[in-house]
């Protein structure tokens, strides 16, 4: 929502680890390097790096996992209604 001090802070904190984890001390030759490092950090990112507010698990992993709960909750909610 516009005027609220949140509405970027996602944003904000991830660029700050792109930053800090990322850029800082790296020189890139050009563009097309880069744009092939990044490429290759994201999916680090995404798919590697644990996250202790994920529980120690990657992106990915906590994705997984939270779509196989909410499909046994969607089966157990159906079950239980079918007997009605």
Same mark, same amino acid.
């Given at each position: 929502?516009?005027?609220?001090?949140?509405?970027?802070?996602?944003?904000?904190?991830?660029?700050?680890?792109?930053?800090?984890?990322?850029? $800082?001390?790296?020189?890139?030759?050009? /563009?097309?390097? *880069?744009? %092939?490092?990044?490429?290759? +950090?994201?999916?680090? !990112?995404?798919?590697?790096?644990?996250?202790?507010?994920?529980?120690?698990?990657?992106?990915?992993?906590? $994705?997984?996992?939270?779509?196989?709960? /909410?499909?046994? *909750?969607? %089966?157990?909610?159906?079950? +239980?209604?079918?007997? !009605?």
């Amino acid at each position: 929502m516009k005027g609220c001090s949140y509405d970027n802070a996602v944003a904000e904190a991830t660029f700050k680890i792109i930053k800090t984890e990322f850029v $800082k001390g790296k020189y890139f030759g050009n /563009l097309e390097q *880069l744009k %092939l490092e990044l490429d290759d +950090y994201v999916y680090w !990112f995404n798919h590697i790096r644990i996250h202790g507010t994920l529980g120690y698990l990657s992106p990915i992993d906590y $994705k997984i996992g939270h779509h196989k709960k /909410l499909s046994s *909750l969607v %089966l157990t909610y159906h079950n +239980y209604f079918l007997h !009605f």
